[in-house]
Nanobody, 126 residues
Framework: VQLQASGGGLVQAGGSLRLSCAAS????????IGWFRQAPGKEREFVAA???????VYVDSVKGRFTISRDNAKNTVHLQMDSLKSEDTAVYYC???WGGGTILSRLSQEQPYVYWGQGTELTVSS
């Protein structure tokens, strides 16, 4: 299984960007997908996740600004990011769980995820 994250770039504060995560070798359909990010000099942190049934969870700092969605037909997951702030600057990683129906409350942890993409970098200029 390979996950390919894309869509990062440079955007001004207040702007929008959409990240994508494409999977090869396995369908997203029965898996939970998560987005994490790592800012320079900081540990990787949870951003958003969607479980196998479509329920979502977000870190408080992005609630109302970021939206995770899944396109099963294209086997792609998106992270729509609006009202971007300089503190959103980070490398963003997508990840997929093992497919055993991980409960939503656990998706903010790294442990359930067994497949990780290579990361895509977002820089928000203020």
């Amino acid at each position: 299984v390979q996950l390919q994250a894309s869509g990062g770039g440079l955007v001004q504060a207040g702007g929008s960007l959409r990240l994508s995560c494409a999977a090869s070798g396995r369908t997203f359909r029965n898996h939970a997908i998560g987005w994490f990010r790592q800012a320079p000099g900081k540990e990787r942190e949870f951003v958003a996740a969607m479980n196998w049934s479509g329920s979502t969870v977000y870190v408080d700092s992005v609630k109302g600004r970021f939206t995770i969605s899944r396109d099963n037909a294209k086997n792609t997951v998106h992270l729509q990011m609006d009202s971007l702030k300089s503190e959103d600057t980070a490398v963003y990683y997508c990840a997929m769980d093992w497919g055993g129906g991980t409960i939503l409350s656990r998706l903010s942890q790294e442990q359930p995820y067994v497949y990780w993409g290579q990361g895509t970098e977002l820089t928000v200029s203020s």
